[in-house]
């Protein structure tokens, strides 16, 4: 169990793709990205997630689930699924809300969430279920998986490593620390939990009690904090949803740049092999 605090320069830039795939659409990002919705059945229902790689790359990659913010499967999350796929991995957006269901106000935000993380195991087979989907598709490793998620979707990623799913990485961008698996289990693999450390919606008590329960079930977890920012701080929107709605929330391109190249670092050791090269 580690705890850091980053120091963060201006200097920090974040690397990122600038052309966002059609909601609904196949659509090219660049010259080797494809993107696509696709659909996966869970107990009956239909879920839409996004699916993000690049087709000129041999070889299978390894494949980084990505889990959205409590608003839902929003253009946000598509473009951070295409970030990845333009860096090599085989990236897919997962619904947490079905049919691809979006939230425009945290009332509604909050039911929908709440309503995920008070069935945890009905949450954890979505993410088993998405997982059956892409496995056999052309390029995906599924010997080597991460998750990572985004406020909601932090605390999902977090409790998958609870649940002792089988990621090699699971990655929190200022997720919420909150336990919903009954019995953890230890995780073969890399927790990063990455907050603001002037994040008024995680209390530190939270972040520590989180800490606990992963070193009492021996699992390789690291808190990483950063001055200076607010919950949701990797979001270039947030400043304009606390205006709109009076949150606590920032957008800090510093921490957004750190915490990115945090979570590449940790790939690049657990995932072992090299991606493969462009045809």
Not at 254 to 264: F, G, I, P, T
Request: hydrophobic share 40%; proline share 4%.
């Amino acid at each position: 169990m580690r705890t850091m605090f980053l120091g963060l320069g201006m200097g920090l830039m974040l690397a990122s793709v600038n052309t966002w795939g059609d909601e609904g659409t196949l659509g090219r990002m660049g010259p080797k990205v494809e993107t696509q919705t696709l659909t996966y059945s869970v107990d009956g229902e239909q879920y839409t997630g996004y699916l993000a790689q690049d087709t000129e790359k041999e070889g299978k990659r390894p494949l980084v689930l990505v889990v959205h913010e409590w608003w839902g499967l929003s253009d946000y999350i598509r473009h951070r699924t295409e970030q990845l796929a333009a860096l090599g991995y085989v990236a897919f957006a997962v619904d947490m809300y079905g049919s691809g269901k979006t939230a425009t106000h945290p009332d509604e935000a909050g039911s929908f969430s709440k309503a995920v993380m008070s069935d945890w195991p009905g949450a954890r087979h979505n993410l088993e279920m998405a997982i059956d989907t892409l496995k056999d598709k052309q390029g995906v490793d599924a010997s080597r998986m991460a998750i990572i998620g985004y406020c909601f979707g932090g605390g999902i990623a977090l409790n998958a490593a609870l649940d002792g799913m089988p990621f090699k990485a699971a990655v929190s961008f200022h997720g919420s620390p909150g336990q919903v698996v009954d019995t953890p289990s230890h995780f073969d693999g890399r927790v990063i939990i990455q907050n603001g450390l002037d994040d008024q919606m995680v209390t530190q008590s939270a972040l520590e009690s989180l800490l606990n329960t992963f070193e009492s079930v021996e699992t390789d977890a690291t808190l990483i904090q950063y001055p200076n920012a607010m919950h949701a701080f990797t979001n270039p929107s947030a400043d304009a949803k606390a205006k709109e709605f009076g949150l606590p929330l920032a957008y800090n391109a510093a921490a957004d740049a750190a915490s990115w190249q945090v979570m590449l670092n940790v790939f690049n050791k657990v995932f072992a092999a090299p991606l493969p090269s462009a045809k």
